[in-house]
């Protein structure tokens, strides 16, 4: 039975003024965010698992690291992000924030970040960016997350998108497409990971390391 919006709507706990001004803000200038489902889903897993060093690769606006450092008080997120302007309005929206102290915000490409500059080591990594540099992301910083740490992996359900035939797919998107199913087929077959899909927002992958 397929549950309706409005009945997952009624498990998500109220925001406060900052997160609705973003949730507006994002919606308005089509940014990207996490699903209120996804975030809350997300925030749930986290709080089970007690990270104490989160890394974010996709900042966007900050919403998604805000939310992550409000639902855990005792851990620091660093985030990068390589979009000049976004990384403008997450510093904006962060120093706003109750946690801002808690939030280290990186302006550039992810693939190019120097790996040393933000070692040692995450309890986590949350991935949510490009979608087609999905498995290059988890190569590159993977190995900063030791045995029985997590990486998180938004969007792998694509809006449906990676259920239709390649043939029906936008053109512009079927490379992205193509990586992200062979991503998904990778991991699922990783030797070092134990993953699982979770069907919420718009779907997260969770790999635990052995």
């Given at each position: 039975?397929?549950?309706s919006?409005?009945?997952?709507?009624?498990?998500?706990?109220?925001?406060?003024?900052?997160?609705?001004?973003?949730?507006?803000?994002?919606?308005?200038?089509?940014?990207p965010i996490?699903?209120?489902?996804?975030?809350?889903?997300?925030?749930?897993?986290?709080?089970?698992?007690?990270?104490s060093?989160?890394?974010e690769?996709?900042?966007?606006?900050?919403?998604?690291?805000?939310?992550?450092a409000?639902?855990?008080p005792?851990?620091?997120?660093?985030?990068?992000e390589?979009?000049?302007?976004?990384?403008?309005?997450?510093?904006?929206?962060?120093?706003?924030?109750?946690?801002?102290?808690?939030?280290?915000?990186?302006?550039?490409?992810?693939?190019?970040?120097?790996?040393?500059?933000i070692?040692?080591?995450?309890?986590?990594?949350?991935?949510?960016?490009?979608?087609?540099?999905y498995?290059?992301?988890?190569?590159?910083?993977s190995?900063?997350?030791?045995?029985?740490?997590?990486?998180?992996?938004?969007?792998?359900?694509?809006?449906?998108?990676?259920?239709?035939d390649?043939?029906?797919?936008?053109?512009?998107?079927?490379?992205?497409?193509?990586?992200?199913?062979?991503f998904?087929?990778?991991?699922?077959?990783?030797?070092d990971?134990?993953?699982?899909?979770?069907?919420v927002?718009?779907?997260?992958?969770?790999?635990?390391?052995?």
């Amino acid at each position: 039975m397929e549950l309706s919006d409005a009945y997952i709507d009624s498990f998500i706990p109220a925001r406060n003024e900052l997160l609705l001004e973003m949730e507006r803000f994002a919606k308005e200038n089509h940014v990207p965010i996490m699903q209120l489902a996804g975030i809350e889903s997300l925030n749930q897993l986290l709080r089970i698992q007690k990270p104490s060093r989160v890394l974010e690769i996709g900042t966007a606006i900050g919403y998604s690291a805000m939310r992550m450092a409000q639902a855990l008080p005792e851990c620091s997120i660093v985030t990068i992000e390589r979009d000049t302007a976004r990384v403008a309005h997450a510093k904006s929206f962060i120093a706003r924030s109750e946690v801002a102290n808690r939030i280290t915000v990186i302006e550039g490409d992810a693939l190019e970040v120097d790996v040393e500059s933000i070692q040692p080591t995450f309890d986590a990594v949350f991935i949510d960016a490009a979608k087609g540099q999905y498995q290059k992301f988890f190569e590159k910083y993977s190995p900063l997350v030791p045995s029985g740490g997590v990486l998180y992996i938004d969007n792998m359900y694509m809006h449906g998108l990676s259920d239709l035939d390649i043939k029906e797919v936008p053109r512009r998107k079927r490379t992205m497409i193509r990586n992200l199913k062979h991503f998904s087929e990778w991991i699922m077959q990783h030797p070092d990971y134990t993953s699982a899909f979770f069907p919420v927002g718009d779907g997260l992958l969770i790999c635990l390391k052995r």
